[in-house]
């Protein structure tokens, strides 16, 4: 199976910074896109930026400027560095991957458990 621990969530107030961590450990053949979903209280899941292996980016246009997602092949990690954070930004963010456990397998999926980012006005 596949683990995704995200860290480095937290209470900031507007303006500040937070950057996320989320590593992905267990059965990994092959580790294709990367991710981060983030849910507010009340609405649906959302894609706040995602990386491909070779590392091209996606981001939500509310976060265009203010967010950078990057990745450590290497160490199976990706990153999402927050500035200028606004209370909008509120939620839990989730850690995705798309992850071949085996060279016979298709890619599947992977959530990480979420981190609450809270941003106070």
């Known amino acids: 199976q596949v683990q995704l621990v995200e860290s480095g969530g937290g209470l900031v107030q507007a303006g500040g910074s937070l950057r996320l961590s989320c590593a992905a450990s267990g059965r990994i053949f092959r580790l294709n896109a990367m991710g981060w979903y983030r849910q507010a209280p009340g609405k649906q899941r959302e894609l706040v930026a995602d990386?491909?292996?070779?590392?091209?980016?996606n981001y939500a246009d509310s976060v265009k400027g203010r967010f950078t997602i990057s990745r450590d092949n290497a160490k199976n990690m990706v990153y999402l560095q927050m500035n200028s954070l606004k209370p909008e930004d509120t939620a839990v963010y989730y850690c995705?991957?798309?992850?071949?456990?085996?060279?016979?397998?298709?890619?599947?999926?992977?959530w990480g458990q979420g981190t609450q980012v809270t941003v106070s006005s």
């Open positions: 990386i491909s292996s070779g590392g091209s980016t």
């Open positions: 995705n991957a798309v992850v071949r456990t085996d060279w016979k397998t298709a890619y599947y999926e992977y």
